[in-house]
């Protein structure tokens, strides 16, 4: 959207109260979402009834019709499938050439992420239809970007001075299945041909599509990082199958044993879904029992959202929300004392961090090692203060809560 509307002689503005046009980008995975996203725009609109204030993205997506006859009082709705459209709703008078005038994908002129990051989005869409899940209904079915593409991007992040690029798609390991087969370990490949220094982290591998072949390129080539985000949802056979996984809690497992047997620097990540429709005490019992066994060095977890056209929302048996809070909260309490001895064992260890900001005021950076990927993890510490997005070499000397402190190391 940036770069459509710079392209048009836009500029972005770095505070609302300066900008002539407002644009809200929403989510409409799950209530808590989709409220947050209303609340936000309207009190934009509220606070600035004088600017122009547009709602993108997901929820308008899903909802764009019902929205614009609930709230006449904004000014554009654009969902998620043309994002260059943007300019239409933006500027007073239209182009009849205007949709021609702009290809799917523009380069991005300007990148939201901390200095020496940047996302990297190789499929849109899902195949895997859990029964809880609205994205089919959001994005669509799974449609995987060419591996050429891909790697034209990545040249041209590469010459940006971009360390760090994070792999992303509602499931990698989905990645090539609409064109026949899975393709995430031949773009690996592809990548690992690529000249420089940076690094590869990959999110978001739905366990039951995991293309082990990944492993053999990620051993070869250490600029592929060990960080596996793999969420797992559930440790209950029964709940798994309701969800429309297939994986069992054992092959789970065994899962997690490779990966750890093949990349002994492996961090794993995951997510747990508390409270879904037929979620018995023994059942969570099992998942508690699952989460002790996987001992994952992160975890997230969530309440169950009933969400309209979807198959679970009609499923009966549902669990209250006390309930789900209640189990929610344990499993977070049993994931504390895991996540700590991940992150204690750590102490001693030399650590390269890619630095994402300067403490003001104080001789101190702050950024991320391989084993954080960013907003859901915790941070180094470096007690020195270095640019955004320079790699340090660093030697942890303490963990305080879920970060950790490092000190530069002279080389």
Known sequence: MIAALRREGWSLSESPEAAEVLIVNTCGFISPAKKESIETTLELKARFPGKKVIMVGCLTERY???LANQLPELDGFLGNKDPAAIVDLVET???????DAYPRRLERTRLLSFPGTAFVKIAEGCANRCTYCAIPLIRGDLVS???ESILEEIRGLLRRNVRELIFIAQDLGSFGLDRGGPQLPQLLQEVASLAGQFWVRLLYIHPDRFPRAILDVMSADRRFLPYFDLPFQHGSPQILRAMGRRGEPEAN???????????PQAVIRSTFLLGFPGESEADFRLLLDFQRAARFDWLG???????EGTPAYSMKDR???????SRLHE???CQTPITKASLDARVGQTLDVLVEERVAGEDMSIGRAYLHAPDVDGLVVVRKSFLPGQWVRTRVIRRNGVDLEAEPVDE
């Open 253 to 263: 497992l065994a899962l997690l044993r490779e990966i750890r047997s093949r990349l």
């Open 319 to 325: 669990v209250t929300k006390a309930v789900a809070e």
């Open 331 to 333: 499993v977070e309490r």
């Open 145 to 147: 970007r060419p591996i």
């Open 93 to 99: 008078r239209r182009r009849s050439d205007r949709r």
């Open 64 to 66: 764009g019709r019902e």
């Open 301 to 307: 977890a969530f309440t169950y959202s009933r969400e």
